[in-house]
């Protein structure tokens, strides 16, 4: 009898083990696109479509040089060759309202272009399987600037959407770093306290990925990986391993256009 029990568990755990799965998905950030650079970005576009085990892009934001329509409406142009789901995040360089490139129009014209894309506010979640991912916008159209800053509605939005999604692993995405990579006070984020407080009260937060400072680093405060990324031509590739389990594991790696 103890040996049929034994063999049970070995089953079960057996089994346990077969269904846990593994993610990749693509983040690319400070394209800073223009005309000096579309060939490059169309061949990561080419690059990504060759990828068969990508899930989703993420364009972390500086996506375009400077707050110009017809700018982003080039760059959307190239990116409707991509073959994956893709999801955006604003940076300091993307909006501006006296450039008349609003958040709301910028989203409007994003929205036009692709029909399907769903996201109805620059702060957004989105799931696959039982993952959850959440975009937070720190950019500032009225009064643009290197500092990033997350408004207090956007930190309430936030809680309440952490506390919604308790029982789930989370990643954040965002353009703008919580914990500087460097010493580059100009390109801080603006009284990140009360930010940092929310996320202590959760221990379901992977991971935060980020761009802005064009470093590559990681850094792990209370639990959380802080992911940052160095600016394109370079994309990182992010594995989560094991990511229906409680404790996945984030593997992030840095790539060069080939």
Do not use: C
């Not at 789901?85 to 929205?111: A, Q, R």
């Not at 792990?220 to 990511?243: K, L, M, Q, W």
């Amino acid at each position: 009898m103890k040996i049929f029990f034994t063999i049970l568990f070995v089953f079960i755990l057996s089994t346990s083990l077969t269904f846990a799965k593994d993610m990749r998905f693509i983040q690319v950030t400070d394209i800073k696109y223009s005309n000096s650079n579309a060939q490059a970005f169309e061949t990561f576009i080419e690059e990504i479509n060759k990828q068969k085990d990508v899930e989703f892009v993420v364009f972390n934001g500086d996506n375009i040089s400077k707050p110009n329509v017809d700018e982003l409406k080039s760059f959307l142009d190239k990116i409707k060759k991509l073959n994956k789901p893709f999801y955006f995040v604003l940076g300091d360089k993307d909006v501006n309202k006296h450039k008349k490139l609003s958040k709301e129009e910028y989203l409007k014209i994003i929205k036009k272009q692709f029909r399907k894309y769903k996201p109805e506010s620059n702060n957004y979640i989105f799931e696959k399987d039982d993952f959850i991912f959440i975009v937070v916008d720190g950019s500032k159209d009225v009064i643009p600037s290197t500092n990033g800053y997350y408004k207090e509605d956007t930190l309430n939005w936030l809680e309440n959407q952490l506390n919604l999604y308790s029982d789930k692993n989370i990643i954040i995405f965002q353009h703008f770093p919580l914990i500087p990579p460097s010493e580059k006070e100009t390109y801080y984020t603006f009284k990140p306290e009360k930010y940092l407080e929310i996320l202590s009260k959760h221990k379901n937060i992977k991971a935060i990925i980020s761009g802005h400072f064009g470093i590559n680093k990681e850094i792990t405060v209370n639990g959380i990986n802080h992911i940052s990324t160095e600016a394109f031509p370079t994309y990182r590739v992010i594995d989560i391993i094991d990511y229906e389990t409680q404790n996945p594991v984030i593997w992030a790696e840095l790539k060069e256009i080939k």
